[in-house]
Structure formats: C-alpha cells, structure tokens
C-alpha cells in the first residue's frame, strides 16, 4: 500500500522558551526536524512526507530540507493555528490525497524506532487505525479544578499514547472532515477517529520516542542521542 507521512511542525514553542521553535533546535548539530524526517526518508514504504509549519518558517523550512537532502519530502505547506488545522491542511495535499496509509508524526519526536514505525506501517495496512502507548509508571489520579483527589484510576487500562499514529486516509480523511462539521477537537489523530466511531488498535510504545516540549526534555534528547553515538 503506498504511505506518506504528515510531520506536523507548526508550531511556535510557547512552552519551550526559546526565539527558535522547538523542531529548529539543533541536537548534535541537526535541527530536530531533519532527525526526524530522516526516520521517515530511509523506510522504503514511505513514498512521500508533507511537512505544515508556520508561514514565518516556511522558507526556513524548505532550505534545510534542501540542505540536508531529504528527497522525499514533497510539500512544505503553511500550517493551521492549532495541531489538528495544520494536520487537516495537509491531508487536502496531492502527495496524501494519492496514498492509501497515512502515517502522522510530531516534528518533535526525533528517536521513533524505524522497527516500530514499519510494524505500524504493517498494522495499519490491516487494521486501518494504529498507534504506539505506553502504559504510565506512576500511579494516576483524576482531580477536580481545587486540586482534590477525585479516583484513583487503573494505570493498567490506560495508555499514554505517542506518535506516529497510522491510518487507512479514507478513514483520516473521514475523521477529520466530521470533527470539523461538527467542531470537535482533539488532542490526537486517533481522537478524531475515535469520535468517529472507528476502532484504534494501540501497540506497544517506546520509553525513548519523547516527544520535546521542554527545556528539560531537550536534556534528555541530548542524552539519548550520546548514548545513540556511543554504541553506534
Ligand atoms: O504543541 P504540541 O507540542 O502539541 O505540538 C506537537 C506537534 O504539532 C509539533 O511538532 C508542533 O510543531 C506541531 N504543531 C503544528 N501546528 C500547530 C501547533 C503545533 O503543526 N499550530
């Protein structure tokens, strides 16, 4: 089945606290962004990536992406305020509108394992909605807006899920166009699916697919990545 990848970036890191959006930072001395678009470039299922960023990004975005040589990236579009404009906006592109399974993935997620990413591509071709999760460490607790603890609830029955997450398009598609009709918002792709109606099979994540939000989760790539190139 042909594949393409969304890898949404338009975002402007207001929680990061840095004049460079977070996808931009460089870790050992490659924008984010590219590390994780080379996942993508190296897997042969994949024939094309779509990658929405802020307009003021936008050149920016298409030189690097010339700079580092990813060939299979074929659009750079201008995103959307919020995740989900900038995922829809993307979906209406030639290069997905002409694939059958479409993978989306955080610009911020540089250390998806590419074993993981083609065992989505594999589920997803027979299941239509797949995504990685993880099952919390601690222990999780629901509370009201005072901070009170409302329940204890069941770490085991829950996940914390990651991306990138798989679909058959028509499904993606469907879920997006109905979310919008009726303004529903989600947090995820599978959210939408879910409002759908559409059943989401969840594998098992991967502790160092993190997604970098903050200055500390910058630390933590940076360990990861010289921990990658001291057992490379
Ligand atoms: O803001 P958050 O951390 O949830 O962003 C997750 C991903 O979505 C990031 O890669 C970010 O650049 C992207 N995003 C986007 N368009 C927005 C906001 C975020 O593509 N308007």
Redesign the pocket.
Known sequence: MKCSVI?????????FGSQV???FVELDGVPIIIHTIRIFDKLEDVEGIVI???NEWFTHTKQLIEKFNCSKVKEVII?????Q???FNALHTKTVKESEIVLVH????PFADPVMVQNIINLTEEYGSVIPGLTPKETVKERNNKGMVIKTIDRNKLSLVQTPQGFWNDVLISAYEKSAAAGFKG?DEASLVEFIGYKTTIIDGDDSNI?I?TQFDLKIAELIMNERNRTA
């Open positions: 890898i949404p970036a338009g975002g402007i890191g207001k929680r959006p977070k996808q929405p960023v802020h995103g959307g305020v919020e995740r404009d900038s995922v955080d610009a911020v997620r947090t997604k939000t």
